[in-house]
DNA sequence: ATGTCC
């Protein structure tokens, strides 16, 4: 090891923490040009190469970029928006998530009604959400609402290949599947006011949180690059303690051509949630007599992503310096004063949105100094799987894990029985556990919790 | 996560 390992955990989070996971978090601390320490989120668990739930720097001039470190679902994030209803505006949940369920398109492989021509994804690769916006599908403020302003500089269109851009094109304006999710809230409890009030959050309200990423294009991008980078594994001679770490030295043609067909790819998955984000307003227009204008997007977060950012490093007289930060399964939760945060949130530091496991709270948190000097500001993603999909399966079926939930006054709809059973609650960390470990860390802090209270999943 | 094996 090159440096270091730091997690953060609490004690009960720790006699839970994965031998494999503790091996991947040392591994990716072997690699060149790594700074300060390889890091953990209390969701740790074991992924690709890197850990979910890992957060890495690398020095420009040393380092390296691994796609392991990102993802197969490249800027898989989570949107909120709010609205101006409260429960007991909506009486008929079950309608309303029938009628979500046949309007955000879920599940493998499933079409957008929104159909993209080539060129429209060219731009939507460049431009992100703001393409989207471009499009007809959102609003003013939506995109500086998104961070990296919904798209990230550096796409290189010429390294997405054909095939990615094919599963792409009929896939801008859906939700995928696994743990990807659009779920109806309520806000039941509210920590810091003051924050929550910045944010636009109040208690009682109802909110609508979007968990997907750049579906088939992210995987098909991850995997073209993936094959060119075991390659350059041997070119560059890095000695590797495990393959699923393939990467090359960041400004080699290899290592560049992967950030830029990465940058693409997250700017396709802020546009896809943009695009989900105009479907949902529009049926809740509908169906609730409000304006579209009265479902303001909070925040918009990546989970998974590679960026060059600013950050201290351990030769504190340098000053700051930039640096390539992979989160995976981990949130950017830049502190007050950062000049990327949007100005309306720039005292109060960076929202971040934490998506519980379906049927437990999500939270939304606000970014510190203290994240800053401790984890490159960064912060936990979820909730973190304890029990495998092919377990889960076994286990549970679909239909009891729904049954339990709706006596919890929980609606799911799915397009199957597997794909509850394998999301079921018990499969997961409580995410208020999860939460409160970065909370007591001082990496981020707490300011809103959100009950679910219906959620379509693919 | 993923047209869950071209």
């Known amino acids: 090891m090159r440096v270091p390992g730091t997690f953060f955990l609490s004690r009960r989070l720790a006699e839970g923490l994965e031998e494999g996971a503790l091996t991947q978090l040392a591994n990716v601390a072997t690699l060149p040009g790594i700074l300060r320490c390889s890091l953990g989120m209390p969701d740790i668990h074991w992924g690709y190469g890197f850990p979910i739930g890992g957060v890495a720097a690398f020095d420009e001039e040393e380092g390296v970029i691994s796609p392991g470190g990102v993802g197969f679902d490249i800027n898989c994030g989570v949107r909120m928006i709010t609205t101006p209803l409260t429960v007991t505006d909506i009486p008929d949940m079950k309608g309303l998530i029938e009628d979500l369920f046949a309007t955000v398109p879920t599940g493998v492989g ?10 429209d994804l060219s731009n939507v690769l460049t431009d992100g959400a703001a393409n989207a916006v ?20 550096g796409a290189e269109l010429e390294f997405v290949s054909k095939k990615a851009r094919a599963r792409g094109i009929p896939q801008c304006g859906t939700l995928g599947s696994g743990n990807h999710f659009l779920e109806v809230q309520a806000i039941d409890e509210i920590p810091d006011p003051a924050t929550a009030k910045t944010f636009g959050v109040a208690e009682g309200q109802i909110c609508v949180m979007i968990h997907c990423g750049s579906r088939g294009l ?8 993936l094959k060119v980078l075991e390659e350059a594994v041997k070119k ?9 770490l393939a990467c090359a030295p960041l ?7 992967y950030f830029g067909a990465m940058a693409a790819s997250a700017n396709y998955a802020w546009a896809n949630r943009q695009i989900i984000t105009h479907l949902v307003r529009e049926l809740f227009v509908k169906r609730f007599g409000i304006a579209y204008e009265e479902m303001p997007l909070v925040y918009d977060v990546a989970h998974n992503v590679a960026k060059w950012e600013e ?20 949130t950017r939760a830049f502190g007050p004063g950062r000049s990327e ?19 437990t709270s999500s939270y939304l948190l606000a970014g510190t100094t203290t994240a800053m000097e401790r984890t490159f500001g960064s912060t936990c993603h979820g909730a973190g ?18 049954e339990d939930l709706a006596k919890r006054g929980i609606i799911v709809r799915a397009p199957n029985a597997a794909a509850i059973a394998e999301e079921a609650p018990d499969v997961y960390k409580p995410s208020s556990e999860v939460v409160q470990v970065v909370h007591d860390a001082g990496i981020s802090r707490i300011v809103a919790r959100f009950r679910p209270l219906g959620v379509i999943k693919g």
């Not at 007809?136 to 919904?150: A, I, L």
């Not at 992210?218 to 690059?225: N, Y």
């Open 110 to 119: 499933s079409k957008s009604p929104v159909r993209l021509s080539q060129n």
């Open 134 to 153: 471009e499009l007809g599908y959102g609003m003013e403020g939506d995109v500086r609402r998104c961070e990296e302003n919904g798209a990230m500089p």
């Open 218 to 225: 992210g995987h098909q991008v991850c995997t073209d690059h």
């Open 236 to 244: 560059y001679g890095i000695d590797l303690p495990d393959r699923q």
């Open 251 to 257: 400004h080699s043609p290899e290592g560049e051509a």
């Open 311 to 330: 950050h201290e490093t351990a030769d504190a007289a340098a000053g700051r310096r930039r640096v390539c930060v992979h989160r995976k399964g981990a």
């Open 341 to 359: 945060i949007v100005q309306e949130f720039r005292d109060a530091g960076q929202p971040v949105i934490i998506p519980g496991s379906m049927g």
């Open 385 to 402: 799987r304890v029990q495998s999909r092919s377990s889960a399966k076994r286990s549970l079926t679909g239909a009891a894990v729904a």
